[in-house]
């Protein structure tokens, strides 16, 4: 009892003690807690200051809300016009490539034009007669000289022959039988002016529509006793003009929708075959699907049911033996290529000199599948793939130029 009641009078004293002890660490707590809010505090009045500045600024500068916003303007404006400016760059290249195909097909237009007018200086030539201007005057120096002869009856029979070619067509008689339907041809005539005779002679004969004349012309020259030439009663239609067909439908199958580029290549490319003579590539690590699409002859050949089939494992597939086939047909001399890309070269293009149906149109159809396998894959996938076939667009292309040219240039 006595023992407790020690405890109980001690009790205050050890509370005292306790709270003596703990003293200084409270004081500190309080200093330090003090001193963060007078921070605070004084964090706080800066903020109030900082507010009060902005909004005398503002007062004093009532631009600033409209520089602000002409500068996100002018930033918009930026991404827009940089935008337009490439599109309009897009443009003017497309513009040029156009340009350029134009000058290829004028070029190809004009040889074209000196070899038909070549091809008819020869035939001059061989007939005897000169070259004449657009007046009709002899512009040669042949020893004889030469006019032309339009011969014409009654019956408006309006023809013209040439001594060593009489070229075929009908009469129309008084009576308006025309068989030949709305149209007469005529023939320059170049003959020798000393004793030229010539003899008519014209027959009829009944026919449905009425009567139907023949006209016989015979020529008699001093050295020329031969027999009287006739017009046949029918003639003959003018032979195509070989290889038009294929060519305009090569070109139509080859077309790629929205693929500038490359149908630009096309469209050179069939400037280009019009003037050239048949020959073809050779074989060698040409790809099966080429092989058998080369299989059908003809127009047929250019049509989609005469495709291979195009699918995701052809896309993998295909590029590598096209590439493999590429450079398999190219000139020794040139190399061999690093990567993808072969070495620049100035010699002669023999072995891609090769035209007509089987010759750089296959390469232009299997540029097409190889593009129309892209669109087989994933997105991601397509992005390698186009680039890897568009370097291969642009090494033909570039060899084209240079094999088309007819001299040994450098290839890019």
Not at 47 to 63: A, I, Y
Not at 152 to 160: K, N, R, V, Y
Request: glycine share 6%; proline share 5%; with cysteine.
């Amino acid at each position: 009892m006595s023992k407790r009641r020690a405890e109980d009078e001690d009790a205050p004293h050890n509370k005292v003690t306790r709270l003596t002890a703990r003293t200084p660490k409270v004081r500190a707590l309080a200093e330090k807690l003090e001193e963060s809010q007078e921070t605070i505090d004084a964090l706080d009045k800066k903020v109030k200051e900082l507010e009060l500045e902005l909004d005398s600024l503002m007062v004093m500068n009532p631009s600033l809300d409209h520089y602000l916003f002409l500068k996100s303007t002018f930033q918009d404006n930026e991404g827009e016009s940089r935008a337009r400016a490439e599109a309009e760059k897009a443009a003017l290249a497309r513009a040029a490539s156009q340009f350029q195909i134009e000058i290829w097909m004028l070029r190809n237009e004009l040889a074209r034009k000196e070899t038909e007018l070549k091809r008819k200086d020869r035939l001059l030539a061989n007939t005897g007669a000169s070259p004449k201007d657009g007046a009709g005057n002899s512009t040669g120096n042949s020893s004889k000289p030469s006019k032309n002869m339009d011969l014409q009856t009654s019956e408006d029979i309006a023809i013209t022959t040439s001594r060593s070619n009489i070229r075929e067509g009908k009469i129309t008689n008084n009576v308006g039988v025309q068989t030949d339907a709305q149209t007469r041809e005529k023939t320059n005539l170049a003959t020798r002016t000393e004793s030229v005779s010539v003899e008519t002679d014209i027959q009829e004969r009944l026919v449905k529509a009425g009567k139907e004349r023949k006209l016989t012309l015979t020529f008699r020259y001093p050295d020329d006793n031969s027999g009287p030439m006739a017009m046949p009663e029918e003639a003959e239609p003018s032979p195509p003009t070989p290889g038009v067909d294929w060519i305009e439908a090569a070109q139509k199958y080859l077309k790629i929708d929205g693929n500038v580029e490359y149908n630009q290549f096309v469209q050179v490319w069939a400037a280009t075959e019009r003037n050239k003579t048949v020959t073809k590539h050779g074989i060698t690590h040409r790809p099966v699907a080429v092989q058998r699409w080369m299989n059908t002859k003809g127009v047929k050949r250019f049509s989609s049911d005469n495709d291979p089939t195009i699918d995701g494992d052809f896309g993998t597939s295909f590029p590598a033996l096209v590439w493999k086939w590429w450079f398999s047909i190219q000139p020794k001399k040139r190399g061999s290529p690093v990567g993808k890309s072969l070495p620049q070269y100035k010699g002669q293009w023999r072995t891609l000199d090769r035209w007509g149906e089987d010759g750089w149109v296959v390469l232009l159809a299997a540029l097409k599948w190889w593009w129309l396998s892209i669109g087989k894959f994933e997105s991601a996938k397509q992005v390698e793939a186009k680039s890897d076939w568009g370097t291969a667009l642009q090494e033909m292309k570039d060899t084209f130029t240079a094999v088309a040219s007819g001299s040994p240039v450098a290839c890019p």
